[in-house]
């Protein structure tokens, strides 16, 4: 296999996503020739109590619009939703479906749900906010699907712009208790060449996770997000090498990675 093929030869990349969400990144960096190194800083589990969830989605026919806020919200909500609605599709005809990002739609769509409004270009709070559907909410009941203590931009708009809102907390986002040990050790000796981080709390997790030397090694490791909110944190906080990506999602991580080690491995 010639060099062309194997843009990330001897690169080790650190990949921060939740463990359950990596294997597309892992497999890719990996078909590339180079090494994922899985250290999940966010970890995903289910909400202990239920009932405020299930009694949200027993009243979903009286909402107009349900927003899922991420995969996770869409997996985690969508088997009690289609328990509950089984007939004649997976959710009430007249409620139309939003969703963050392309990721989040994409898993919409593994539920039979293929009419999704969702942003185009950018893709995140602030772009769904720009959809006609959710500029004209006053008096109009609104359900946000999320983790706990999401991001309050989305939903303090929509009151803002007069929506009846609900949140529907499905899924419980926490720190990992993991020894980090290892992982400095191998930073320090040069062993970890990227890192990949995906949301702004991933970041920080991290940060706190590491602790100082590892945050001192951090800030001179290239990092590389598709969000311009977290590349715009990841600066602020010091670090030095932060590249955006051109494009959304995981293939954009990928492909900038590629580029940005082409010169690399010249």
């Known amino acids: 296999m010639n060099q062309a093929s194997r843009p990330l030869h001897k690169i080790n990349v650190l990949v921060t996503r939740p463990e359950h969400q990596c294997a597309f990144l892992a497999e890719n960096i990996r078909k590339m020739g180079g090494n994922a190194v899985i250290f999940p800083v966010l970890e995903i589990t289910d909400i202990k109590n239920k009932k405020p969830l299930l009694d949200l989605i027993q009243q979903l026919d009286t909402f107009e619009l349900a927003i899922f806020v991420s995969p996770n919200a869409v997996h985690k909500a969508m088997p ?12 009430p005809a007249h409620v139309k479906i ?6 989040t739609a994409h898993a919409l769509k593994e539920y039979g749900v293929d009419h999704v409004i969702t942003p185009t270009e950018r893709f995140d709070s602030e772009a769904l906010l720009e959809q006609d559907a959710l500029l004209h909410v006053s008096g109009k009941r609104v ?4 983790g706990n203590d999401g991001r309050p931009l989305l939903g303090e708009t929509l009151i803002k712009r007069g929506a009846l809102l609900e949140y529907a907390e499905c899924y419980r986002r926490s720190k990992p208790d993991i020894d ?18 995906t949301s702004s709390e991933g970041l920080q997790n991290l940060f706190d996770i590491i602790g100082s030397h590892g ?8 990092v590389f997000t598709a969000h311009e909110r977290i590349a715009s944190i990841a600066r602020k906080a010091g670090l030095k090498t932060v590249v955006q990506t051109a494009e959304s999602g995981d293939e954009g991580i990928l492909q900038e990675m590629q580029e940005y080690f082409c010169v690399y491995n010249k």
């Open 80 to 91: 009690l939703i289609r328990s509950r609605y089984k007939t004649p599709g997976p959710l």
């Open 98 to 103: 939003a969703a963050v990002g392309k990721s």
């Open 143 to 146: 359900i946000i699907f999320r």
């Open 180 to 197: 980090p040990s290892e992982l400095i050790s191998n930073w320090s000796q040069g062993k970890i060449n990227a890192v990949v981080i």
């Open 215 to 222: 945050q001192q090694l951090l800030k001179i490791t290239p």
